[in-house]
Nanobody, 126 residues
């Protein structure tokens, strides 16, 4: 059973940066594409980004393109989300998920993912 644990969230001012981590245990991550999602209060969970199993392919939502960067270190069994130029509308719980696929095709669809973490809160406020 693959378990995912997110960390790195917190309170940051607009324009600031955070780096989220998604650490896996139970299995190695190198067979899974990994997605990051976020969910704000009263809103649906939305896909933010995805990275293929070996890191060669990435996808980003239009709302974060150019500000967020997804990466992975399979030797450390960890995926990262570097978030720069943060805006108040980025405030949400950020959740990582492992897809039953090597690739990010269809990454926005929740059904692609077999394993989910519990999430880490990101609050962007002055």
């Amino acid at each position: 059973q693959l378990q995912l644990v997110e960390s790195g969230g917190g309170l940051v001012q607009p324009g600031g940066s955070l780096r989220l981590s998604c650490a896996a245990s139970g299995r190695t991550l190198d067979h899974y594409a990994i997605g990051w999602f976020r969910q704000a209060p009263g809103k649906e969970r939305e896909a933010v980004s995805c990275i293929s199993s070996r890191g060669g392919g990435t996808e980003y939502a239009d709302s974060v393109k150019g500000r967020f960067t997804i990466s992975r270190d399979n030797a450390k069994n960890t995926v990262y989300l570097q978030m720069n130029s943060l805006k108040p509308e980025d405030t949400a719980v950020y959740i990582c998920a492992a897809a039953g696929s090597y690739y990010c095709s269809g990454y926005v669809h929740h059904g692609l993912y077999d394993y989910w973490g519990q999430g880490t809160q990101v609050t962007v406020s002055s």
